[in-house]
């Protein structure tokens, strides 16, 4: 937990979220984790020769019934370690335990500036459904937000079935060796 809370830090304070920094980072990760594993939503860690190098998470889109099908999701890969393909490898992994789980839909939210994110999510077969401008401030300037959108599995090309409902929840909490 520490580890994530380290990468997640570097990331708020210089992301979207920045400039500040939670003081109550670590017990918002662990409760997180807690209900994303009580919900039994994927919950991915990329680990370097033993070291936590990144992790992915899904977390539901909308609260209501209608969008049980459909997750939004996380990435965040330590800073030393970027550009090196694990984000590549959570992103993949996500979308594969996402799928398997039943999920037809994954939703992303990206800062505007961000290009290398909207280039691996395009890579991972995301496509955008929407430009937010100005939605965002931080360091005294107003930024832009990007949805991007992907199909998992058979998307909406088919109903679910019963049995894709019950599946919907299936624990996946997994280790990624880089």
């Known amino acids: 937990m520490p580890a994530m809370v380290a990468i997640y830090t570097f990331h708020i304070t210089r992301g979207l979220e920045g400039p500040y ?14 209900t994303m594993l009580k919900r039994r939503l994927p919950h991915l860690v990329a680990e370097l020769a033993g070291v936590v190098v990144g992790y992915a998470f899904a977390v539901p889109f909308r609260k209501r019934p209608a969008y049980r099908y459909t997750v939004k999701h996380s990435i965040y890969v330590h800073h030393e370690h970027m550009h090196m393909g694990i984000g590549r490898l959570l992103i993949d992994a996500l979308i594969d335990a996402c799928a398997s789980s039943g999920y037809r839909q994954m939703i992303g939210y990206i800062d505007g500036s ?19 401008p100005s939605v965002g401030f931080k360091y005294g300037r107003w930024t832009d937000s990007v949805m991007m959108q992907r199909s998992l599995g058979d998307g909406d090309t088919t109903l679910p079935s019963e049995s894709t409902g019950q599946m919907i929840g299936r624990e996946v909490d997994q280790t990624i060796l880089a």
């Open 21 to 34: 920094v939670d003081p109550h980072a670590l017990e918002e990760i662990k409760k997180r984790r807690k």
């Open 114 to 132: 961000n290009s290398a994110s909207m280039q691996l999510h395009e890579a991972a077969g995301f496509k955008q459904v929407a430009h937010l």
